[in-house]
Nanobody, 123 residues
Framework: QVQVVESGGGLVQAGGSLRLSCAAS????????MGWYRQAPGKQRDMVAF???????NYEDSVKGRFTISRDYAKNTVHLQMNSLKPEDTAVYYC?????????????????WGQGTQVTVSS
């Protein structure tokens, strides 16, 4: 079993900041990538930011310059610092982990999701 747990969502006024955190634990032998997606009501789930292990981060265009993703490789955690928040950032944010479960071959990769954390930005 692999657990992915997010924290840090909440309500903030436009222009404010929030920091999301995510921790992966359990039977995972190696993590290939960690990142964040978000889903607003009535819309599809879209990528916000992710980091492939050992590479530079990738960001969705609308959050570049405002959001910063960071990973702690030793703790299997990923964080999303969100500054200058806008009402259109309102969504449920999901942590995404891609990795190899314990006991599986090197080419096996599973995708795991957290339960989601609500971010609401008021105008």
């Amino acid at each position: 079993q692999v657990q992915v747990v997010e924290s840090g969502g909440g309500l903030v006024q436009a222009g404010g900041s929030l920091r999301l955190s995510c921790a992966a634990s359990g039977s995972i032998a190696a993590i290939n990538a960690m990142g964040w997606y978000r889903q607003a009501p009535g819309k599809q789930r879209d990528m916000v930011a992710f980091i492939i292990s050992g590479r530079t981060p990738n960001y969705e265009d609308s959050v570049k310059g405002r959001f910063t993703i960071s990973r702690d490789y030793a703790k299997n955690t990923v964080h999303l610092q969100m500054n200058s928040l806008k009402p259109e950032d309102t969504a449920v944010y999901y942590c995404n982990v891609r990795g190899r479960p314990t006991g599986r071959g090197a080419n096996v990769e599973y995708t795991y999701w957290g339960q989601g954390t609500q971010v609401t930005v008021s105008s």
